[in-house]
Nanobody, 128 residues
């Protein structure tokens, strides 16, 4: 059973930065895609950034809304996924979740149905 624990959320003014962390445990193979999603009240959960566990940069994807501002990375020795968020905007305010899904069952990188494991989320609030 894969377990994911996020941290690093908080409140920041527009233009500021935050770095989220997601510690993973219980991987049974190396074939997982790990993705940051976010959800704000009244909106659907949306994918933000995605990469492969133990994978290289060629398998990294970003939502158009965060390209050039957010960077996904990982420290395999620590089993930790990061999301560096710069130039934050009020519209980035949301609960942020990390999710893991087995590559064999992917239906779409930002399709929430592709992910079997979810963390509890960490809140990010950006004020103007």
């Amino acid at each position: 059973q894969v377990q994911l624990v996020e941290s690093g959320g908080g409140s920041v003014q527009a233009g500021g930065s935050l770095k989220l962390s997601c510690v993973a445990s219980g991987y049974t193979s190396r074939n997982y895609r790990i993705t940051w999603f976010r959800q704000s009240p009244g909106k659907e959960r949306e994918g933000v950034a995605s990469t492969l566990s133990f994978g290289g940069g060629g398998n990294t994807y970003y939502a158009d809304s965060v390209k050039g501002r957010f960077t996904i990375s990982q420290d395999n020795a620590k089993n930790t996924l990061y999301l560096q968020m710069n130039s934050l905007k009020p519209e980035d305010t949301a609960m942020y979740y990390c999710a893991a899904g087995e590559v064999a069952y992917m239906m779409g990188i930002f399709n929430i149905a592709s992910y079997q494991y979810w963390g509890q989320g960490t809140q990010v609030t950006v004020s103007s």
